[in-house]
């Protein structure tokens, strides 16, 4: 256990709909990132918030948003759901950036049909 | 961008045996995480290390920041051990975090009993 949840476990959506996934880091983390892993595949970096601003993100379209909160929780928001959407979308919390250790949580099976 | 390699993609082995994985990367950087993620998604952080040698029970590993090569070594495998393990590393500069984690594809490890 890390200690870092994520909500739901898994979703399933259709082409063009929003999704929200929910992610509680551990207490006393400023640091939240978010990472897309398609099946096979090693987990692709999204976006980073620190202290509730983003700070740093990947090669990934507009239509993937975010939010964090003061009470370490965060949000990823998918718009206009595509196929290839459909990925395990993970979150990590550390105390601060990328040069400590990093707390995963379980991910989100997201399945876009 | 960094490009991080790991060796093998596969690995099949008897209860007992000693595990080599390797990860390379092409551009310098600062520290190395070390990760495994079971069946099902869930990821853990084995080990961050910036230079020579971490040791964890039965999980070791190296590092050589000049040459860019870490290795993961697992003394006395056992079935438990099944799971695949990632390397990722965090961008050169410091804070780290515009860029995120660049992650290796993993290595695929089956310890037969």
């Known amino acids: 256990e890390t200690g870092v949840t994520q909500s739901p476990t898994h979703l399933i959506k259709t082409r063009g709909q929003q999704v929200t996934l929910r992610c509680s880091s551990q207490?006393?983390?400023?640091?939240v990132s978010w990472y897309q892993q398609a099946l096979g595949q090693g987990p692709q970096f999204i976006f980073q918030?620190?202290?509730?601003?983003?700070?740093g993100r990947g090669n990934f379209p507009p239509r993937f948003s975010g939010l964090q909160f003061p009470n370490y929780s965060s949000e990823l928001n998918v718009n206009a759901l595509e196929l290839d959407d459909s990925a395990l979308y993970l979150c990590?919390?550390?105390?601060?950036?990328?040069?400590?250790?990093?707390?995963f949580g379980p991910g989100t099976r997201l399945t876009v049909l | 961008k960094n490009e991080v390699e790991q060796s093998p993609q596969n690995l099949t082995a008897q209860e007992g045996e000693f595990i080599t994985i390797n990860c390379s990367y092409s551009?310098?950087?600062?520290?190395l995480h070390w990760l495994q993620q079971h069946p099902g998604g869930g990821i853990v952080s084995l080990f961050m290390?910036?230079?020579g040698k971490k040791k964890h029970g039965r999980l070791i590993a190296t590092i050589n920041i000049q040459e860019k090569h870490s290795s993961l070594h697992i003394t006395a495998s056992h079935p438990r051990d099944s799971a695949v393990y990632i390397c990722?590393?965090?961008?050169?500069?410091?804070?780290?975090?515009?860029?995120?984690?660049?992650f290796g594809k993993g290595t695929h490890l089956i310890i037969q009993p």
């Open positions: 207490s006393g983390h400023n640091t």
């Open positions: 290390l910036s230079s």
């Open positions: 990722a590393a965090p961008p050169l500069y410091s804070g780290g975090g515009a860029d995120g984690l660049t």
């Open positions: 551009v310098g950087i600062s520290a």
């Open positions: 918030y620190y202290r509730e601003e983003e700070n």
């Open positions: 990590a919390s550390s105390l601060a950036g990328l040069l400590n250790e990093q707390f």
